[in-house]
C-alpha cells in the first residue's frame, strides 16, 4: 500500500485528536498499535525531514564575525539561533519549499494489525485504510 506523507500528516492528526477526545486510549492497544505503525513506516521519513530543517536552521543563523560561531538567544533548553530579518525569511522560504517537496511524496507502507480501532467518521476511517488494520476485519 502506498500513501502520500501529506496523508500520513493528516493520519497523525487524526490520531492525536483522537487521543485529546479520549486520553484512554493513549494507555490501549490502539495507541501501541499506532507507534508501531509510525515505527515501521514514518518516523525515518520524520527523522529524515528534521535533520534537513536542522540544516537549514543552522545554514541561515547568524554568526559571529570574528569567531565564526553561531549566535544563541536564550540559556538552556530555551537557547534558539538568532537571525537576521534576511536569514529568518530565508529560512522560513526554504523550509515551506522542503515541507512542499515531501508532501506529496509517495512512500509503501506496512500496514499494522490492531485489536479494535475506536470510533470514528466514515470519512476518518478512510484514512486509516492500508495503514491500521482492524483483527476482526482482517482480508
Given amino acids: 500500500m502506498e500513501k502520500t506523507y501529506k496523508e500520513l500528516l493528516e493520519i497523525d ?3 492525536a485528536e483522537l487521543f485529546t477526545k479520549n486520553p484512554k486510549l493513549k ?3 490502539f495507541a501501541y ?3 508501531r505503525f509510525c515505527d515501521n ?3 525515518k521519513i520524520v527523522d529524515e525531514i528534521n535533520e534537513r530543517v536542522t540544516d537549514i536552521r543552522v545554514e541561515n543563523a547568524l554568526t559571529n564575525k570574528e569567531t565564526g560561531e553561531l549566535v544563541y538567544d536564550g540559556q538552556g533548553p530555551q537557547r534558539q539561533y538568532k537571525y537576521t530579518k534576511e536569514g529568518m525569511l530565508k529560512m522560513n522560504k526554504e523550509v ?3 515541507n ?3 508532501e506529496g511524496k509517495v512512500i509503501t507502507i506496512k500496514p499494522y494489525i490492531v485489536s479494535e480501532i475506536p470510533e470514528m467518521l466514515d470519512e476518518e ?5 492500508g495503514c491500521l488494520i482492524e483483527a476482526n476485519k482482517k482480508k
Fill in 13 to 15: 492528526s487524526l490520531i
Fill in 27 to 29: 494507555e490501549g492497544k
Fill in 33 to 35: 498499535g499506532y507507534k
Fill in 41 to 43: 513506516n514514518t518516523n
Fill in 96 to 98: 515551506r519549499k522542503l
Fill in 100 to 102: 512542499k517537496e515531501y
Fill in 125 to 129: 476511517k478512510k484514512l486509516l485504510v
